[in-house]
Nanobody, 127 residues
Framework: QVQLVESGGGLVQAGGSLSLSCVAS????????MGWFRQAPGKEREFVAA????????DYADSVKGRLTISRDNVKNTVDLQMNSLKVEDTAVYYC????????????????????WGQGTQVTVSS
């Protein structure tokens, strides 16, 4: 089992920044690729960003590319999402997720390949 706990959400004005963090406990963190997803009211959960277990490969949704940065620390068992130039449409509950990875450079955008999920943290961007 892996337990994931997100933090760092809140209310910010459009154009501002927020930093989300996810702390993992339980099984060895470094065997998991990590991802961030988000879900806005009335919409399906969608992929935001992912990072390989080694940290060498990252992937971003087109809607956030250039504004959000995912990173991880395999010593502290954390994965962070730095969000800059936030837009109203970034408003959502953000979820951290872990996917068991057999290759150090592998990432995935598929929700179904993630084994563990956090409880989510709310990000609200006002105009």
């Amino acid at each position: 089992q892996v337990q994931l706990v997100e933090s760092g959400g809140g209310l910010v004005q459009a154009g501002g920044s927020l930093s989300l963090s996810c702390v993992a406990s339980g099984r060895t963190f470094s065997v998991y690729a990590m991802g961030w997803f988000r879900q806005a009211p009335g919409k399906e959960r969608e992929f935001v960003a992912a990072i390989s277990r080694s940290g060498t490969t990252t992937d971003y949704a087109d809607s956030v590319k250039g504004r959000l940065t995912i990173s991880r620390d395999n010593v502290k068992n954390t994965v962070d999402l730095q969000m800059n130039s936030l837009k109203v449409e970034d408003t959502a509950v953000y979820y951290c997720a872990a996917a068991l990875s057999l290759r150090s450079s592998w990432t995935t955008r598929s929700l179904h390949e993630y084994n563990y999920w956090g409880q989510g943290t709310q990000v609200t961007v006002s105009s």
